[in-house]
């Protein structure tokens, strides 16, 4: 079946920028996902790109798409303590979503 | 407040006992999801719903119930639980399903089987 991947833990010094990478598997996705878990709750909704763009900034957020190598990713800039979290990147696959495993961000004063 | 409300957030069961985690939702969203959480998988559905009386098998359907009679409620039912149900569970909905995927989730059960 349609599969996402992602690297399970990524740890950075806060202010750095990190960078979570998610490849997929499906050449039709129109929209894909970024959410956040924080300890203890559920995940949320961070940002999303439609599949016909490249780039989508929001603040300290950037989502890039690469459709022709099927890889996403988010980057955080001047990454905080309270980013700290588990992001999951999600492909939404004939009236689904199909979730990657989901990266833990560790951030270190 | 709009929410998802699961309960209960916590259990400890034995094989065999049936048990009921429930879900409700106060934002009128037609969609409804189950998901299980477990480390290194990722979420995995377990069925969902499109509305009221409408309900489809998501990825990992087995052993598991479901039903939705009313808009606002979507129970997961497990007839007789055995120790690999034991996971995170979240509860999820939305109005805009699929075009935007903004799923709104519950705080999660975790439910331990023995």
């Known amino acids: 079946g349609e599969d996402v991947e992602q690297s399970l833990f990524l740890s950075v010094r806060e202010g750095d920028s990190s960078v979570i990478n998610c490849t997929y598997t499906?050449?039709?996705?129109?929209?894909l996902y970024w959410y956040k878990q924080e300890p203890g709750a559920g995940l949320q909704l961070l940002t999303y790109i439609f599949s016909n763009m490249d780039m989508k900034q929001d603040q300290r957020l950037t989502v890039l798409l690469n459709k022709k190598d099927k890889h996403l990713s988010l980057r955080i800039a001047d990454t905080q303590t309270g980013d700290s979290a588990i992001y999951f990147c999600?492909?939404?696959?004939?009236?689904?979503?199909?979730f990657g495993q989901g990266t833990e961000l560790s951030v270190k004063p | 407040e709009a929410q998802v409300t699961q309960n209960p957030r916590y259990l400890i069961t034995v094989t065999g006992k049936k048990l009921t985690v429930t879900c409700s939702q106060n934002m009128n969203h037609e969609y409804m999801s189950w998901y299980r959480q477990d480390p290194g998988l990722g979420l995995r559905q377990i069925y969902y719903s499109m509305n009221v009386e409408v309900t489809d098998k998501g990825d990992v359907p087995e052993g598991y119930k479901v039903s939705r009679k009313e808009k606002r409620n979507f129970p997961l039912i497990l007839e007789s639980p055995s120790p690999n149900q034991t996971s995170l569970y979240f509860c999820?909905?939305?109005?805009?399903?699929?075009?935007?995927?903004?799923?709104?989730f519950g705080e999660g059960s975790r439910l331990t089987v023995l």
């Open positions: 999600a492909d939404a696959q004939g009236g689904k979503l199909i």
């Open positions: 499906d050449s039709s996705s129109t929209y």
């Open positions: 999820a909905s939305s109005s805009n399903y699929p075009n935007t995927g903004e799923l709104f």
